[in-house]
C-alpha cells in the first residue's frame, strides 16, 4: 500500500507550511543515528569444501578473515560462524561470516542441507524470545539472522546437482540466495554463458526462489535490472596482486595468462561486489526481517494457535489471559 492510500484510509489531508518547520532534517537525522548505531550484515557461504569460499570473502570484503582450513573428511556438516568489526570511512559494520564445514563431503549427501536449515532457523529463534521478552533490548541485540547466502556452484558446465537444487529449495523461504559460479576461470566463455542459462532454466523449472534485486526504488532499479539478467554472478576470487600495465591487480597467474579479478570481461567479481555491499546491503537486510523472518514468526504464531482472523474472516482480539497463556507456550515450544 502506497503512502497516499494509507493517508486516504486514514482521512489525512493534504496541507501545505506557510514557512520552515525544520522536520526537513528527518532524514539527516536517521542517517546520523544510524551512523552511531553502526551495521550488522551476516552472510552465509554454501558450497564445497575447497571451492572458493574463503577466498571470495577475503575478495570481496578486501581483508584477510581467519580462515581455517577444513578436510574433505568431516562426518557432518557444521556452520562456523566468525563476526568481525570492520570500518569504512565513518561507518563501522559489524559482518559475521557463517561457513558451512564439510558440505556435499559425505557419502551420503542427502541431508547435508538439515544443519543450514536448523541454524538458519535457531537464529530466527532467538530473535523471536528476545521479542517476547518483557525487557527488550532490540536496539543493541546482535542480531544474527543471515540476510545474505551466497550459493556456490561448482563451474561444472553441465548442470546443477541435485544436491544444489535440494538445498536452495529448502533456503528459499528462510534467507536471501545468492548463486554465484565459483571458479570462474576455469570455465570458457562460450561455456559459461550456456551454464548461465542452464542454472537458471533448473532453477525455474524446480520452482526455487532466488534473490531477485529490487525494482522498487527508482534510483537503483535500472541497474538492478540488468544485473538480475547477468544472475548467476560468476566469479574469480583472489588476494594475490600483481602489477598489470602500471597498475597493482587482484589477479591469478597462469602459465597462458592473467586472470583480473576486477576487470568487468573477465569476470562477474564486480558486479556481485556493487550488488551485494554497494546497491543492495541494506534491501537484503530489510527483506530478511520483513519477509524471511515474518514468515518465520507467522509459523510459530499459528502453530499454536493464533489467527488473525475466525472462520467467517472476523478480526479476532484476544484477551490478555490468552494472550499471556499463548507467549508462555510459544516460550517453551
Ligand atoms: P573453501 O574451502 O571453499 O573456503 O576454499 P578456499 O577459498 O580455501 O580455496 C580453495 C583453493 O581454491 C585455494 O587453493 C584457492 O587459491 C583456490 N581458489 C579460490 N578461488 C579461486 C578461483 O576463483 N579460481 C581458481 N582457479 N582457484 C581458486
Not at 550488522?40 to 581483508?63: A, R, Y
Amino acid at each position: 500500500m502506497s503512502s497516499s492510500d494509507v493517508a486516504r484510509q486514514l482521512g489525512a489531508h493534504p496541507l501545505s507550511l506557510s514557512g520552515h518547520v525544520g522536520f526537513d532534517s528527518l532524514p539527516d537525522q536517521l542517517v546520523n543515528k544510524s551512523t552511531c548505531q553502526g551495521f550488522c550484515f551476516n552472510i552465509l557461504c554454501i558450497g564445497e569444501t575447497g571451492i572458493g569460499k574463503s577466498t571470495l570473502m577475503d575478495t570481496l570484503f578486501n581483508t584477510n578473515f581467519e580462515n581455517c582450513e577444513s578436510s574433505h573428511f568431516e562426518p557432518q556438516v557444521k556452520l562456523r560462524a566468525q563476526t568481525y568489526d570492520l570500518q569504512e570511512s565513518n561507518v563501522k559494520l559489524r559482518l559475521t561470516v557463517v561457513n558451512t564445514v564439510g558440505f556435499g563431503d559425505q557419502m551420503n549427501k542427502q541431508d547435508s542441507y538439515q544443519p543450514v536449515v536448523d541454524y538458519i532457523d535457531r537464529q530466527y529463534e532467538t530473535y523471536l524470545q528476545e521479542e517476547l521478552k518483557i525487557k527488550r533490548s532490540l536496539h543493541n541485540y546482535h542480531d544474527s539472522r543471515l540476510h545474505a547466502c551466497l550459493y556456490f556452484i561448482s563451474p561444472s558446465g553441465h548442470s546443477l546437482k541435485s544436491l544444489d537444487l535440494l538445498t536452495m529449495k529448502k533456503l528459499d523461504s528462510k534467507v536471501n540466495i545468492i548463486p554465484v559460479i565459483a571458479k570462474a576461470d576455469t570455465i570458457s566463455k562460450s561455456e559459461l554463458h550456456k551454464f548461465k542459462l542452464k542454472i537458471m532454466s533448473e532453477l525455474v523449472s524446480n520452482g526455487v526462489q532466488i534473490y531477485q534485486f529490487p525494482l522498487d526504488d527508482e534510483t537503483v532499479a535500472k541497474v538492478n535490472t540488468t544485473m538480475n539478467g547477468h544472475l548467476p554472478f560468476a566469479v574469480v576470487g583472489s588476494t594475490e596482486e600483481m602489477m598489470v600495465g602500471n597498475k597493482m591487480v587482484k589477479a591469478r597467474q597462469y602459465p597462458w595468462g592473467v586472470v583480473q579479478v576486477e576487470n568487468e570481461s573477465h569476470c562477474d567479481f564486480v558486479k556481485l561486489r556493487e550488488m551485494l555491499i554497494c546497491v543492495n546491503m541494506e534491501d537484503l537486510r530489510e527483506q530478511t526481517h520483513t519477509r524471511h523472518y515474518e514468515l518465520y514468526r507467522r509459523c510459530k504464531l499459528e502453530e499454536i494457535g493464533f489467527r488473525d482472523t475466525d472462520p467467517e474472516s472476523k478480526p479476532v482480539r484476544y484477551d490478555t489471559h490468552t494472550l499471556t497463556l499463548a507467549l508462555v507456550k510459544l516460550k517453551c515450544l
